[in-house]
């Protein structure tokens, strides 16, 4: 069993940035896939980065790519997505998953556990 809870979600002027943070409990992450995803007002879920815990290999969307940065934290054993020049079409419910699927790992099918959830919303 691995928890996830996701922090760090709230409102931001558009060019503005966030920081969202995964805490993980459970069991060892070491084989793991950590992704996070998002799901914006009447659209599907989708991919917007992850990182292999153990590896540190980055996957990023096009839509985010050299605005968003996914780490992860051994210590603090932690997820983070840093979110910068944040966009209005940013605005969703952001997901905290983790999952020992197949590579790439940028299917949610590859993951097995989730978080609650956090909010982003970006103002013009």
């Known amino acids: 069993q691995v928890q996830l809870v996701e922090s760090g979600g709230g409102l931001v002027q558009a060019g503005g940035s966030l920081r969202l943070a995964c805490a993980v409990s459970g069991r060892t992450l070491s084989s793991y896939a950590m992704g996070w995803f998002r799901q914006g007002p009447g659209k599907e879920r989708e991919i917007v980065a992850r990182?292999?815990?153990?590896?540190?290999?980055?996957y990023y969307a096009d839509s985010v790519k050299g605005r968003f940065t996914i780490s992860r934290d051994y210590v603090d054993n932690t997820v983070t997505l840093q979110m910068n020049s944040l966009k209005l079409e940013d605005t969703a419910v952001y997901y905290c998953?983790?999952?020992?699927?197949?590579?790439?790992?940028?299917?949610?099918?590859?993951?097995?556990?989730w978080g609650q959830g956090t909010q982003v919303t970006v103002s013009s």
């Open positions: 990182i292999t815990w153990s590896g540190g290999n980055t």
């Open positions: 998953a983790a999952g020992r699927g197949r590579p790439p790992y940028t299917t949610s099918y590859d993951y097995a556990y």
